[in-house]
């Protein structure tokens, strides 16, 4: 059986292979919503789907489905899904991972004639990172039902809106709405996903179970202060912006370590406008990405920091810009069919390690509708959105044992859904 599993680990490597091929650059791997990259490698994923004897579609936002039926049309649907578009520069695994698990244990059910009491449906989720308009989940969403329509205008970089790329991909907007899965529907929601984090390669366990996932707030802040000539302006009399943006960024870092318990906190971006060596910094951009699995403490830490950041700008005499631009609430997986996978993860041979998801999942829009869990596999050294990105050979295995065995618990805990 262990040889089964090694086997078919070795197919969704070899798949992962294929997939990682197609990219934006010849660096690492991109494939950011909407672009030829984006959709040559979901064209390379349905050719895989239909080739195991699935019926697929394309949906309103970009959603590759695919369809296994139950013999009873009026049973629940169970969604096995993950996503395919990828940060800039990523690595080979995150997101596609879980979608390639999906297919290989649909192949499976078909392979052994499996009659099962509940549909499947297998999703490639279109845009979880949201790197091309800036707003994550617009896949889940849409199967969720929550799916903001005023973000078909919002444009990219480039000033294409949603709704013009959607256009140019082929995608059929005014559908959207009847791509959700009424919540009436659901019988639940199963994401396999890399840990992107160090726990599971530190203990060398191969899968966790994920009990919840951490809430998070992102922020764009613009300090505007007044540029000047390098050379010419006392220090006492400057309104430097890129200095506010320094001693807020420091701060906020210090912030979290000191507030700890699950509290993290970044400045990932940071911008300086009409930029030189011989010029005071005039405006500062920068963001702010705030995560707690509490919502107090990420509620309590947004109004502690910004009330800081416009402290220090008054105390530099510069201007301040504070605006949220996403936020989403802790969640967390579902007790009972989170007993279903501890007890899988138990059965195949590992303790069933119990991890709160610090990164954001497409389980989180789902989890407002549905009952949801995640299983978390391991990744080399932690190291996730990085070119260095791997997953080890038998760690596949094992998680794909553990998931072949919570459908079989699955399917005998709903004999008639």
């Not at 992962?16 to 690492?28: F, K, Y």
């Not at 052994?112 to 549909?119: A, R, S, Y």
């Not at 998801?357 to 989180?364: L, P, T």
């Amino acid at each position: 059986m262990q040889h089964e599993y090694l086997a078919r680990a070795e197919r969704i490597m070899q798949r992962i292979q294929q997939l990682a091929a197609i990219s934006e650059d010849a660096h690492g791997v991109t494939r950011t919503f909407g672009t030829p990259a984006f959709l040559a490698g979901r064209a390379l994923v349905q050719r895989w789907l239909q080739a195991a004897g699935l019926p697929t579609r394309v949906d309103g936002i970009g959603n590759l489905r695919a369809r296994l039926e139950s013999r009873h049309p009026a049973a629940k649907t169970f969604v096995l899904a993950s996503h395919i578009d990828t940060v800039v520069n990523a690595g080979k695994f995150d997101g596609p991972l879980g979608v390639l698990m999906g297919l290989d244990l649909l192949e499976n059910l078909l392979a052994q004639q499996v009659e099962l009491p509940f549909h499947i449906e297998l999703i490639a989720f279109s845009d979880e990172e949201g790197v091309r308009f800036h707003t994550t989940y617009l896949g889940s969403k849409v199967v969720a039902g929550s799916f903001d329509t005023a973000l078909l205008a919002r444009p990219d970089a480039a000033g294409v809106t949603l709704a013009q790329a959607l256009t140019s991909m082929g995608a059929d907007a005014a559908q959207i709405p009847a791509d959700a899965i009424p919540a009436a529907d659901w019988l639940g929601y199963f994401e396999m996903h890399i840990e992107q984090g160090p726990v599971l390669w530190e203990r060398n366990v191969p899968v966790a179970l994920v009990t919840a996932i951490a809430g998070q707030q992102r922020v764009e802040l613009v300090f505007r202060g007044m540029a000047g000539h390098a050379g010419t302006v006392p220090m006492a009399m400057r309104q430097d912006a890129l200095c506010a943006a320094a001693e807020f960024v420091l701060t906020a870092e210090q912030f979290a370590q000191t507030h700890g318990r699950g509290l993290v906190a970044t400045v990932g971006k940071l911008a300086v406008s009409h930029s030189a060596s011989n010029v005071i910094p005039g405006e500062v951009t920068c963001s702010l990405d705030l995560r707690s699995p509490s919502q107090a403490q990420l509620a309590d830490a947004a109004r502690a920091l910004q009330g800081f950041a416009e402290g220090l700008a008054a105390h530099r005499a510069v201007a301040l810009t504070w605006t949220l631009v996403q936020q989403t609430a802790p969640v967390a997986c579902d007790a009972t069919l989170n007993t279903l996978l501890a007890q899988a993860i138990a059965e195949s041979g590992h303790e069933a390690i119990p991890l709160v998801s610090g990164a954001g999942h497409d389980a989180v829009p789902v989890s407002f509708v549905a009952p949801a869990t995640m299983l978390f596999i391991r990744c080399r050294e932690g190291i996730s959105h990085n070119p260095l990105e791997d997953v080890e050979l038998p760690d596949l295995a094992a998680a794909v044992a553990a998931a072949d065995r919570f459908i079989h618990l699955l399917r005998t805990q709903n004999p008639t859904c």
